[in-house]
């Protein structure tokens, strides 16, 4: 099936490239066109990409203008907030 996709000749560059993605398995977002929201999909999937970067995560948020994932994805109770990034927040 690969072969007559992607053809012989490429076909070890294809495999190459599907063996890189699954190693990163956590970064792969699956979005289905016509379900909701994509801008808010791919405001997710940037999110994801840097978990444990809180300011990084909130200026995302604040670019895109999207409150509602910031309080759903940002602002959770597992995070322990200190004092440096409520100063990141007044600013």
Do not use: P
Not at 27 to 46: K, M, Q, R, T, W
């Amino acid at each position: 099936m690969l072969c007559k996709e992607f053809g012989e000749k490429e076909l070890d560059i294809h495999l190459t490239r599907i063996k890189e993605i699954l190693l990163r398995r956590h970064l792969v977002i699956v979005y289905e066109l016509g379900s909701g929201d994509i801008d808010s999909a791919i405001l997710h999937a940037l999110l994801t990409a840097n978990k444990g970067q809180v300011q990084d995560q909130l200026q995302l948020a604040q670019m895109w203008n999207r409150v509602d994932v910031a309080k759903r994805e940002i602002f959770t109770e597992d995070l322990e907030w200190k004092v440096r990034c409520y100063t990141f927040l007044s600013q």
